[in-house]
């Protein structure tokens, strides 16, 4: 099994891409880059320009907003999705609170992944309105 078979499979595994068909899941894997980081790895910065979408594919990350801890996630999760569909700055700074391997799209194939996969598309915006009024009502589960 190559790499892109295994990153096809741990993508299928991922909430937001379950029921993809493996045609899209092969699309995804070709257009990311695969990246370790060790802990303590700053993966986005609160304030700043968003150009990446990240997929945790194993290791946890942790989220900060306003400098406090708002959430811990792990493998299947994923971020900056509000600062590429919304323009807007990243929300929060994430941190790889364990070595992480992780998948980066970037805006560019992000923008293109979008235009050829609609039900992402429409996936993405619900959960970007979730965590956008989660942002808005202090609530824990914001993740850009």
């Known amino acids: 099994m190559d790499r892109h078979d295994r990153i096809e499979a741990q993508l299928a595994e991922v909430p937001l891409f379950q029921g993809l068909s493996k045609k899209e899941l092969k699309m ?16 986005t910065k609160e304030g700043a320009p968003g150009h990446e979408f990240i997929i945790v594919l194993d290791g946890e990350i942790e989220v900060n ?29 994430v941190i ?38 989660d942002l808005e009502t202090g609530s824990t589960s914001s993740s850009d």
């Open 65 to 93: 907003q306003g400098g406090r801890v708002v959430a811990t996630r792990g493998a299947g999760s994923y971020i900056g999705e509000i600062a590429l569909l919304d323009h807007r700055p990243r929300t929060a700074t």
């Open 96 to 133: 790889a609170k364990t070595p992480v391997r992780i998948e980066v799209i970037g805006q560019r194939e992000f923008a293109g992944l979008l235009a050829e996969v609609p039900e992402l598309s429409q996936q993405l915006l619900g959960a970007m309105a979730r965590r956008l009024d």
């Open 28 to 43: 995804i894997s070709q257009l990311a880059t695969y990246l370790e980081e060790p802990e303590g790895t700053v993966l």
